[in-house]
């Protein structure tokens, strides 16, 4: 696979991130735009309506969060609340301490994409760069980690952190989870650095670099943009990610903002606006990630790693 | 396989001055990590699954019994029929329908409508991706809602009492509302990938076709189908992968119920070890589940490489 192949690949994941940029085709043909007839607009009307079914339940969650119980059983779900009412985004934020889960995700997301990352980028150096003897095999064994399911690691993980006294911590989802994502980073970045142009590390190396300053001072700075691609990843994977701090996170004060809505579809049901307030409260965060992080992921797309 | 085949032997001695081998301390932290974290807990998982132990004493050795028992196991065989159900909600029908969808986005909509209004349809597909599967399961399982859910008072609504359905509580029907919210999630991925992919193929090719009097349909099926056939793999290989994998949104829709009517694999490995604690009899699913995912990964990767133009040939 080549870089630029892979990269975009990553890019969409089917754990959730965001879109490279607009590959617009702009691809000019004579006259193309004048033919647009009755067929065009069918096709387009069919694929807007298709479009906005998608995004319905986003709209729904939106207008419902904000709706009185009241009103919700008076007319129904559809309805525009005609009065902005923030009791069951409250009652939700603050019943389930949506501040500390938010605080958690947060850390545990940010640790997670940084240690990663740094391990990634040393196992690629040495399999990219240092083109390690039977290396193939070695990322064959690290994409073991990719494909494996959580569910024949999680209880032998259970114990294990149970006898290190890292059940329930952040220090050990954090250290766990780390590990798995790293393994497609290694991947990644080992493809990238693969293709790291010779004459650049024969030049550090004849002016008398070490390996430690080659990887400081030169493959660092220059696969910075895949680098922040990959954070930006491994920061939405383990935002998203469920499995693991379900099981390895029991206690309500170190939960994950995915854990606690997962948890709580269980409950609520009577009250009909709360699972749409609730909802709410886990797409807000999303959105932002998608706002914020959408430049860093087209620039790193767009430069498709060093090449 | 390693040899530096551009540089003669005597430049390449001069220019290493240091021992090639000391790469291998870089690879140290993350061999580590994976010895600890995937290699030593899947060999206690095997070692599980040859026990009986309810997590809690010692494991009594019993052999393959566990595996001979799943063989028999009833609940076993219809989680492995509800993934190949999900197979086709994430990977087959989400591809298919991706394909299509991006073909239309890319050389349809936009040079006629302006890859404005491409780009625009194409975000809107995505947006179901951006959800933690989570979030994503709590808002469908409240428009499921069989009293005042919103498809239910939909139909309704609309004079349709009859079309009201207990989405998730009705045993024949569960299965197919959980599908249709992973069709849900995974349709923008799909597309997504296939827009970039088609942003590769050289526009020369639908032109030429064009100019032969080739329909859209026509230069869909002989142009972009085969030139997406590298993206079509990718994709099938890492939605199947996860499909098989499936657990947050049985667990935040149905938890496998009602009955086992929407039980998979993951999920019942998850309610051996934690709620049944038969921790043994739940690391044998798990670990034939394993077993499974790799080979099926496996599978499709040489199906890939050996279809496509494959890895580069710098020894990878």
């Not at chain 1, 004579?30 to 298709?50: C, D, E, K, M, N």
């Not at chain 2, 009859?162 to 069709?183: E, F, K, P, T």
């Amino acid at each position: 696979m080549t870089v630029d192949k892979l990269t975009r690949n990553a890019v969409a994941s089917p754990d959730g991130s965001v879109p490279p940029a607009p590959s617009a085709p702009l691809r000019q043909r004579g006259g193309a735009r004048t033919r647009r007839r009755v067929s065009g607009w069918v096709v387009l009307i069919t694929l807007s309506v298709v479009a906005l079914l998608m995004i319905f339940p986003f709209w729904i969650a939106l207008i419902n969060g904000f709706k009185p119980a009241g009103e919700y059983i008076q007319s129904g779900p559809i309805s525009i609340p005609t009065e902005l009412d923030f009791s069951a985004l409250v009652d939700f934020w603050r019943g389930v301490d949506f501040n500390r889960k938010l605080l958690n995700s947060v850390v545990i997301s940010g640790s997670v994409a940084l240690i990663a990352a740094a391990l990634s980028l040393l196992s690629a150096f040495a399999i990219g760069i240092g083109k390690l003897r039977g290396r193939v095999w070695i990322l064959a064994v690290f994409m073991v980690a990719f494909t494996i399911p959580q569910e024949a690691l999680v209880y032998p993980l259970f114990v294990l952190t149970r006898d290190l006294g890292l059940y329930d911590t952040l220090t050990g989802i954090i250290i766990i989870l780390a590990v798995l994502q790293s393994a497609f980073g290694t991947y990644m970045l080992s493809s990238v650095l693969g293709a790291f142009p010779k004459e650049v590390l024969e030049a550090a190396r004849l002016d008398g670099a070490s390996r430690r300053q080659i990887l400081g001072r030169v493959v660092l700075p220059l696969t910075r943009p895949t680098l922040s691609v990959l954070v930006t990843f491994f920061f939405i994977w383990t935002w998203n990610d469920f499995f693991l701090p379900l099981i390895l996170l029991p206690s309500a004060k170190n939960q994950t903002v995915s854990v606690s809505l997962g948890a709580l579809s269980g409950q609520y049901t009577s009250d009909p606006t709360a699972l749409a307030a609730a909802s709410l409260a886990g797409i807000l965060p999303a959105l932002v990630f998608f706002l914020i992080f959408q430049r860093t992921l087209m620039r790193g797309v767009n430069l498709g790693a060093i090449k | 396989m390693t040899s530096l085949p551009s540089m003669s032997a005597r430049a390449r001695r001069s220019l290493t001055t240091e021992r090639p081998s000391g790469y291998w301390w870089y690879i140290v932290p993350g061999a580590l990590g994976f010895l600890a974290v995937v290699l030593v807990p899947f060999g206690m998982n095997i070692f599980y699954s040859l026990t009986a132990w309810s997590g809690v004493g010692d494991p009594q050795f019993v052999g393959l019994d566990n595996y001979a028992q799943l063989m028999g196991d009833a609940t076993f065989w219809t989680s492995f029929r509800n993934s190949a159900f999900f197979v086709v909600a994430m990977a087959i029908f989400p591809t298919a329908i991706g394909v299509l969808v991006a073909a239309v986005l890319f050389d349809f909509i936009a040079p006629r409508f302006g890859a404005r209004t491409s780009s625009l349809l194409r975000a809107l597909f995505y947006l179901p991706q951006i959800l933690p599967i989570a979030v994503a399961g709590v808002l469908w399982k409240w428009m499921y809602q069989p009293e005042y859910g919103i498809i239910n008072t939909l139909f309704s609504s609309v004079g349709l009492d009859g079309l009201r359905q207990n989405w998730l509580g009705d045993s024949d029907l569960a299965i197919y509302s959980v599908m249709n919210v992973l069709i849900w999630l995974q349709i923008g991925y799909t597309v997504v990938l296939f827009m970039a992919g088609l942003s590769r193929v050289d526009p020369a090719l639908h032109e030429a076709a064009e100019l032969d009097g080739a329909g859209w349909w026509q230069r869909f099926r002989m142009i972009t189908l085969v030139q997406l056939r590298p993206e079509i793999a990718v994709v099938l290989i890492t939605t199947s992968v996860a499909a098989l994998k499936v657990f947050a949104p049985i667990f935040v829709l149905t938890r496998g119920g009602p009955g086992t009517s929407t039980i998979v694999p993951a999920y019942f490995s998850f309610s051996n070890f934690f709620t049944t604690t038969r921790v043994g009899y739940g690391a044998a699913v798990a670990t034939v589940l394993a077993l499974l995912v790799t080979i099926i990964a496996v599978a499709l990767l040489r199906y890939q490489t050996r279809t496509t133009e494959g890895f580069d040939d710098d020894g990878r």
